[in-house]
Nanobody
Framework: EVQLVESGGDWVQPGGSLRLSCAASGFTFSSYAMTWVRQAPGKGLEWVSRINSAGSVTRYAGSVQGRFTISRDNTMNTLWLQMNSLEVEDTAVYYC???????????????RGQGTQVTVSS
């Protein structure tokens, strides 16, 4: 059974930092690209970032480019999202997901975790 468990969400002031983690199990983690998506209150899912299976190629949404860093450790079956210079607009539930399809194509996934809440406010 594929399981993705996120952690690390918290309340933080604007300009602060958080590091989200995603523990993966039930599949060969090193064989899959992974992605982070988020859902802000009252809005739809938004793709945030993706990383290829080897961890050598990353992509970011324009809204987080330069502030967020995605990474992974295939020996630990773990995915991270380092978030710096957080803004109020980053408030959302963040999900890690197993990427599906062409890495350079549209953002798609087949499994998603339960999510972790990130709240940015003063």
């Amino acid at each position: 059974e594929v399981q993705l468990v996120e952690s690390g969400g918290d309340w933080v002031q604007p300009g602060g930092s958080l590091r989200l983690s995603c523990a993966a199990s039930g599949f060969t983690f090193s064989s899959y690209a992974m992605t982070w998506v988020r859902q802000a209150p009252g809005k739809g899912l938004e793709w945030v970032s993706r990383i290829n299976s080897a961890g050598s190629v990353t992509r970011y949404a324009g809204s987080v480019q330069g502030r967020f860093t995605i990474s992974r450790d295939n020996t630990m079956n773990t995915l991270w999202l380092q978030m710096n210079s957080l803004e109020v607009e980053d408030t959302a539930v963040y999900y890690c997901a197993r990427f599906l399809g062409n890495f350079y194509g549209p953002s798609r996934y087949d499994y998603r975790g339960q999510g972790t809440q990130v709240t940015v406010s003063s």
